[in-house]
């Protein structure tokens, strides 16, 4: 997509939120666009690469797959089959955004209409990612600088701000995803350490 997408000299005149916004609307219909066929054989790549990418941890965070973001849902069992802990998104008490640990794919269920599917179980708020070793978020865009342009609801940002300091931080992305020039950032924006491809973990600034 680095290809498809304006360099992002063509924002100098944009505030930045509605420059991601440009952007939000290009990759979202690139992802429209996507053969199954081409997203199967993605999925399968990216269980090997993200094994390998977690694989000297014990306690993993991820993120179940919706529409046609990069699908993880036999990557989220290909990590738990691997013996290790794995932690997902879900709704916690009055709504709140919270955490699950994943038992298995036929535990995920979907709450309601556009959330991803979540497991049952407690709910745990975010404190228990000061044990994760590991994190695995989602993502629209990820330059080269390690900034990451999400889905604009800003929770991840918020999220990433409590885990502990060091630890590796991968956006999944497809391959057209990953971009050489600068996005749009503001001060609550929090970079990834590495960009996370199918078949490539490419270290960030």
């Given at each position: 997509?680095?290809?498809?997408?304006?360099?992002?000299?063509?924002?100098?005149?944009?505030?930045?939120?509605?420059?991601?916004?440009?952007?939000?609307?290009?990759?979202?219909?690139?992802?429209?666009?996507?053969?199954?066929?081409?997203?199967?054989?993605?999925?399968?790549q990216w269980v090997e690469t993200v094994l390998e990418y977690v694989k000297d941890y014990k306690q993993v965070a991820a993120f179940v797959s919706v529409a046609n973001e990069p699908p993880t849902h036999e990557l989220c069992k290909a990590i738990a089959d691997s013996g290790k802990t794995l932690l997902l998104p879900k709704l916690g008490p009055g709504l709140t955004r919270a955490w699950g640990y994943f038992q298995g794919l036929d535990d995920l269920h979907q709450l309601a209409p556009g959330r991803p599917p979540e497991p049952s179980g407690p709910a745990f708020d975010n404190d228990v990612l000061q044990n994760?070793?590991?994190?695995?978020?989602?993502?629209?865009?990820?330059?080269?600088y390690g900034e990451r342009l999400g889905q604009g609801g800003g929770w991840y940002d918020r999220v990433l701000k409590q885990v502990r300091a060091g630890t590796p931080i991968g956006a999944l992305i497809f391959p057209e995803e990953f971009v050489d020039f600068h996005l749009p950032q503001d001060e609550y924006d929090v970079p990834v350490c590495d960009a996370i491809l199918p078949q490539e973990i490419i270290p960030l600034r």
């Open positions: 997509m680095s290809n498809d997408l304006p360099n992002f000299l063509d924002f100098t005149d944009l505030e930045a939120e509605d420059a991601k916004q440009v952007l939000r609307a290009k990759v979202r219909k690139a992802r429209n666009e996507r053969s199954e066929t081409e997203k199967t054989m993605y999925a399968e994760v070793e590991a994190m695995i978020v989602p993502a629209l865009l990820v330059s080269k």
